[in-house]
């Protein structure tokens, strides 16, 4: 069985709807389907929040009712019987007054998430009526009964396939199985959300408990590119990722995907695709345990990031100098990208400067302390193993012309990392590409 996950704007309209029902069911498979809120919903459901936080009932119902109208037009438009609208419409209602019960009550966190979880309940009950009413044998299954996480807020993933197992032997033989992205409860039972990755996140944890040959990631996006298309012209996706490398281009930027969302389905030996729903015959990217040897990838960028360097003499070859530094970011909950030394300082950069200032106090306890800010990471992607002559020597040819203030490699067999300012951003995206793929 192959798992299929569709983002916001895959949903987004009734239109978009039909057309995720035609590839659900186009293989004759079963299926099993996991669908994000409509896009622009959880804006709308964090705004109704806002409102309720803020004690402005008024603003929060003018919202529901705009938010109301919205999808009455939508039944209108994705159900061609009467009585399919009626049911539709009855359940949406529910939801509405649902919504509107909470400017009574006490407004709260758990408050909140209840209400953002609403978006990816309506959008699954949308989407499975109106496969009832194409004749298609579906059934959906509600996410808060099987998805949970444990008390450090990771997914528990033994509960979640033994739970999970349970509910489908209960309903053996459908089509399509449909459930929510995102949405989960927690620990103590409470209405949650997994965080990092959403939906996707969810896909990859179906897929692992199912023991799915394949879990798909369908969005607007026709796989991850070889380099920023917003910035670079001509970029073309890259077919196949190693986990790895896949982790490592959306943690330095590649927005399509989280880096945490597909390590389940790594661990499992599962490979991910992703495709585009605008485009389903486009090949797109697969992700596996595969390595293409002596290959680069891609290239990705990280904004916004902070480099610090600390320059100390009476601490050369101190034991424990490194230990007392990194501890000043634990201490601070600030995490660290690159790491550089020499035999007198050590250069860092991180993408949170919220404690930035007292970070900095505390280092100059051991040395002269160094910040730059407006910078940037620039990180080139593919099989660089150190046995592979030359890969390191190819990207820094690329970047001649370009300041580069730390360069990190060694620490990952997929990934060298340059550290520059923001404003050569654009410049030495367009020359690596240039240089490694044209």
């Avoid at 057309?19 to 669908?35: I, N």
């Avoid at 997994?194 to 369908?218: H, P, V």
């Avoid at 860092?348 to 100059?364: A, G, P, Q, T």
Wanted: hydrophobic share 35%; aromatic share 8%.
């Amino acid at each position: 069985m192959k798992v299929m996950k569709f983002g916001g704007t895959s949903v987004g309209t009734p239109d978009r709807m039909k057309e995720v029902s035609k590839l659900v069911t186009a293989s004759g498979e079963p299926v099993f389907v996991v669908l994000s809120a409509m896009s622009g919903t959880t804006n709308s459901l964090v705004e109704i929040s806002n409102y309720l936080y803020k004690k402005n009932p008024d603003g929060a119902n003018e919202v529901i009712n705009k938010l109301e109208e919205k999808y009455m037009k939508h039944v209108e438009v994705l159900y061609s019987t009467q009585e399919w609208k009626d049911t539709t419409r009855k359940f949406l209602h529910e939801v509405f007054d649902y919504l509107r019960s909470f400017s009574k009550e006490l407004f709260t966190s758990f408050e909140e998430k209840n209400i953002v979880a609403q978006g990816e309940i309506m959008s699954t009950n949308m989407v499975v009526n109106y496969m009832k009413e194409q004749g298609i044998n579906a059934t959906l299954l509600s996410a808060l009964d099987f998805m949970r996480t444990d008390k450090n807020s990771e997914p528990d993933p033994r509960y979640i396939k033994e739970k999970l197992g349970e509910i489908m032997e209960q309903q053996p033989g459908k089509q399509v199985y449909l459930t929510q992205g995102f949405i989960c409860r927690n620990a103590y039972g409470e209405i949650d959300n997994l965080q990092r990755g959403g939906s996707d996140y969810t896909a990859s944890l179906i897929g692992a408990a199912i023991g799915a040959e394949e879990i798909q990631i369908w969005t607007d996006i026709d796989g991850m590119h070889n380099n920023d298309p917003r910035i670079v012209d001509h970029t073309s996706p890259v077919h196949q990722l190693h986990f790895e490398e896949a982790a490592e281009l959306a943690y330095f930027g590649a927005k399509i995907l989280h880096p945490t969302c597909i390590q389940p389905a790594k661990y499992a030996g599962i490979p991910v695709k992703l495709l585009n729903t605008m485009a389903p015959e486009a090949e797109g990217t697969t992700i596996s345990n595969t390595t293409e040897p002596g290959k680069i990838k891609a290239v990705a960028a990280k904004d916004n990031i902070t480099a610090i360097k600390i320059k100390s003499s009476r601490m050369l070859l101190a034991t424990g100098f490194l230990r007392k530094v990194f501890e000043i970011f634990e201490s601070n909950q600030t995490a660290i990208d690159m790491v550089c030394t020499s035999e007198v300082g050590v250069s860092m950069s991180i993408d949170n400067d919220s404690h930035l200032n007292d970070i900095v106090d505390e280092l100059k306890k051991y040395g002269t302390v160094t910040v730059d800010r407006d910078m940037c990471i620039i990180c080139v992607v593919g099989d660089l193993d150190w046995s592979n002559i030359g890969f390191e020597t190819i990207a820094t040819k690329a970047l001649k012309n370009i300041p580069v203030r730390m360069i990190s490699y060694g620490g990952s067999n997929y990934n060298i990392s340059f550290l520059i300012k923001a404003e050569d951003k654009k410049r030495a995206l367009q020359s690596l590409s240039e240089t490694l793929f044209n």
